[in-house]
T-cell receptor, first 114, second 118 residues
Framework: AQSVTQLGSHVSVSEGALVLLRCNYS??????LFWYVQYPNQGLQLLLK??????LVKGINGFEAEFKKSETSFHLTKPSAHMSDAAEYFC????????????FGSGTRLQVQP | SQTIHQWPATLVQPVGSPLSLECTVE??????LYWYRQAAGRGLQLLFY??????ISSEVPQNLSASRPQDRQFILSSKKLLLSDSGFYLC?????????????????FGPGTRLTVT
């Protein structure tokens, strides 16, 4: 079974500051990991994914995440926050098993202050 | 390119009334299909998933049901809505792809349906 823990339900940063959203996972088999972003009243959009290739994954909108097996982490970062980054972010995990479904974290709402 | 549609976009229904939400996918064949519910201030809860026509797996026992009458159509239904059924319902699809030695299971989400049960 897999699970995801997102530390911090709300994160607030200033425009231009570093964004760091934390995600720790639990999986009994090698995981596939994802970050999604959700703007108000919209569906989820895939930001980036880790599928056992490079451990540093670059995504859209300047975001990137690093897979650290020893820490069971997949934190999302962006060097400089923009006002348009304000949204809710979800980390998700799956494994190559028959279930084929993602397990999502509870989400982190990012606020960007001017 | 692939697109996913959901309708209606918003719905207000009284307690005890029936429900039918529809999801269709274009531009792909034999997708895996999923229904999630997102309650206010909470994460996503997987309700159903389907790997083929007529093949439905239920994740949470409740008064909802799902059907897949066609390859790219996924329907969420209820005979009698409860207040607790209110939420944002998201449909998603995925395909297991082979990229070299890797397989990925990312899901692509529709725009969602906002259901309010009164």
């Amino acid at each position: 079974a897999q699970s995801v823990t997102q530390l911090g339900s709300h994160v607030s940063v200033s425009e231009g500051a570093l964004v760091l959203l934390r995600c720790n996972y639990s999986s009994s088999v090698p995981p596939y990991l994802f970050w999604y972003v959700q703007y108000p009243n919209q569906g989820l959009q895939l930001l980036l994914k880790y599928t056992s290739a490079a451990t540093l994954v670059k995504g859209i909108n300047g975001f990137e995440a690093e897979f650290k097996k020893s820490e069971t982490s997949f934190h999302l970062t962006k060097p400089s926050a923009h006002m348009s980054d304000a949204a809710e972010y979800f980390c998700a995990v799956t494994a190559y098993t028959g279930r084929r479904a993602l397990t999502f974290g509870s989400g982190t709402r990012l606020q960007v202050q001017p | 390119s692939q697109t996913i549609h959901q309708w209606p976009a918003t719905l207000v229904q009284p307690v005890g009334s029936p429900l039918s939400l529809e999801c269709t996918v274009e531009g792909t064949s034999n997708p895996n299909l999923y229904w999630y519910r997102q309650a206010a201030g909470r994460g996503l809860q997987l309700l159903f998933y389907s790997v083929g026509i007529g093949q439905i797996s239920s994740e949470v026992p409740q008064n909802l049901s799902a059907s897949r009458p066609q390859d790219r159509q996924f329907i969420l239904s209820s005979k009698k809505l409860l207040l607790s059924d209110s939420g944002f319902y998201l449909c998603a699809w995925s395909v297991a792809t082979a990229g070299g030695l890797s397989l990925s299971y990312e899901q692509y989400f529709g725009p969602g349906t906002r259901l309010t049960v009164t």
